[in-house]
């Protein structure tokens, strides 16, 4: 039968079930990333399973998020992490060297690898023909101790590139264009995957940032074959020896095809709050603008930034804009730094932050009030950038430089100059010294590992009560984000602390949320989160699930979730349940008093609930698609204490 290059590797990697899309599978994960911000979560709990040495052919830990060490709790996290990967058998990207998916796809990818990163972006690699999965901490701690990560087979959706862009038109806009066709929700479950004569005309970075921002349509991952072009990428990483080629059967056979004419793509831009909120540039022409960030995992590349070097040279950033630049990777920098085009930048007035998500994560650069924030990144959520009132609009490195040229939004291709066409190096200039290697001697097991005040245990759930009872702490409407259940920025330092970060659940949408939350836990009541359509769109952080549970949530009803964070609830022990009938979404208001009875009873026999609300009087039903083994996960109230039993 011809196959996808999807079914190909999942195939190789299977170690239960069989490729039928909408069953569970288990695969073998070949590679694991983590960073700082949901990596000492993840290694706590990985230290809790009680292995000896990771059992992966490759795992690799990034301090890339957390960086800006005002006050201890950063540094701290940053050693506990180092003494982790040198006693268990991870290398240590140090701090500094660059954000985990750009230097993962420089150093580390391998095409027809499997790849399990905790971060929503490990998508990254699917450029270089990878099977990349972003998943929460608990599962990529599983998978280092060498267990199957799960995964519902997914429906291959084939995005058929044809033509090539034109000058001033980038991958970015595909991504976009990508966005504006499939939005951010109802792809959970599928995978793009990319093929057609067009995918010739794109480079291993122009790949990497399509199948980056893959993510913000919620597929399980984008994938790219690897061919020629990934060659001598990998051969400019001096690791041609990693090279295979990848490519899809002739006949492969497809559950939906999508044309994408690449020569019909404009410069687009997702405007605020969302990256399906896509429009033309042309249209937005002429609005001021306050500041400019180039950089994250989605456009910091080598070619990205000696691009805007060449847009920006011998020319001066206007007077109004605050301007940023943030390479991807230390290797990025160097490279711009021996080629010139750092000089350019700065000459032009850039401020050069470092090699770390910074901005994008919004724990610095923060913009002024009500600002227009042009950001090359790939998620404008509401306050995500540091300030609530900031409007911040997606756009290619192309489109950002042109704004910080002249104040405005501009159509790049108005600028009046030729398109800078950047070649890749041949070799990189190429220096690992930051990545740590761990230690392969006997004497490991008697590295001591560090714990300052900040790290707190992983907290331990109870088993999943007969009934649940209580109230509906929150309701919520559609696309609420993991940035809205509890926000990044500066309140990330709290991570590995879950008591105190706790205190931070919902904050963006109703600052009460917490003292409400407590009353009732403390009464020994239980909380349940009431939600519209795709709740927990965005990034893998485990604490969206993690400290929801801590305050005593038990259940979330929802219209429908995004894939990481259903399996977030289940690895936490809150129950992810699903309206039968929409419209019951309607009748329920905060406050209420619901009671599902008989729910760890009849979860073990995969029977129908009966969801009763006590204060409106009426009861309806609601389903949930849990396997066996993630029931079973439910009812011991999380896959720590499932694990451990
Ligand atoms: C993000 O882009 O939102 C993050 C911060 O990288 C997250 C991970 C996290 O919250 O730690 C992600 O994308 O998964
Ligand atoms: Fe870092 Fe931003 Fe990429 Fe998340 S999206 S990994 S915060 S650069």
Known sequence: MSKSITQKILEEHIVKGEFEPGKEIAIEIDQTLTHDATGTMAYLQFEAMGIERVKTELSVSYIDHNTIQAGFENADDHRYLRSIAAKYGILLSRVGNGICHQ?????????????????????????????????????????????????????????????????????????????????????????????????????????????????????????????????????????????????????????????????????????????????TVKELEGMAVNQVCIGSCTNSSYKDLRTVARILKEKKVHPDVDFVIAPGSKQVLENICRSGALADLISAGARLAECTCGFCIGNSYAPTTDAVSLRTSNRNFPGRSGTNSAKVYLVSPETAAAAAITGKMTDSRELGMEYPQVEMPERFY??????????????????????????????????LPEDISGFVTIKVGDKITTDHIIPAGSKMKYRSNIAKYAEFVFEMVDRDFYKRVVQYRDKGKHNIVVAGESYGQGSSREHAALCPAFLGVKAVIAKSFERIHASNLVNFGIVPLTFELESDYDTIDAGDELVIPNIRRLLSKNEGLTVINRTKGNEFEVSYELSERLRDIVLAGGLLPCALR
């Open 103 to 279: 230097v993962h796809l420089e150093r580390f990818g391998k095409p027809g690898k499997t790849l399990l990163g905790s971060d929503s972006h490990t998508p990254t690699c699917g450029g270089i023909g990878m099977i990349a999965i972003g998943a929460g901490g608990l599962d990529v701690a599983v998978a280092m101790g060498g267990g199957p990560f799960y995964l519902v087979s997914p429906k291959v959706i084939k995005l058929n590139l044809n033509g090539e862009l034109r000058p001033w038109v980038t991958a970015k806009d595909v991504a976009l264009k990508v966005l504006e066709t499939f939005t951010t929700k109802g792809n959970v479950g599928c995978v793009f995957e990319y093929g057609g004569e067009g995918v010739k005309t794109l480079s291993v970075p122009e790949r990497a940032t399509i199948t980056n921002m893959g993510a913000e349509c919620g597929v399980t991952t984008s994938v790219f074959p690897s061919d020629k072009i990934t060659r001598k990428f990998m051969h400019s990483q001096a690791r041609a020896q990693d090279w295979v080629e990848l490519k899809a059967d002739e006949d492969a056979e497809y559950a939906k095809v999508v044309d994408i004419d690449l020569s019909e793509i404009v410069p687009l831009v997702a405007c605020p709050h969302s990256p399906d909120n896509v429009k």
């Open 430 to 463: 190429i220096d690992d010294s930051m990545i740590l290697q761990p230690s392969d001697t006997p004497d490991r097991v008697k590295i001591k590992i560090y714990r300052g005040p900040n790290i707190g245990e992983p907290p331990r759930n109870s088993p």
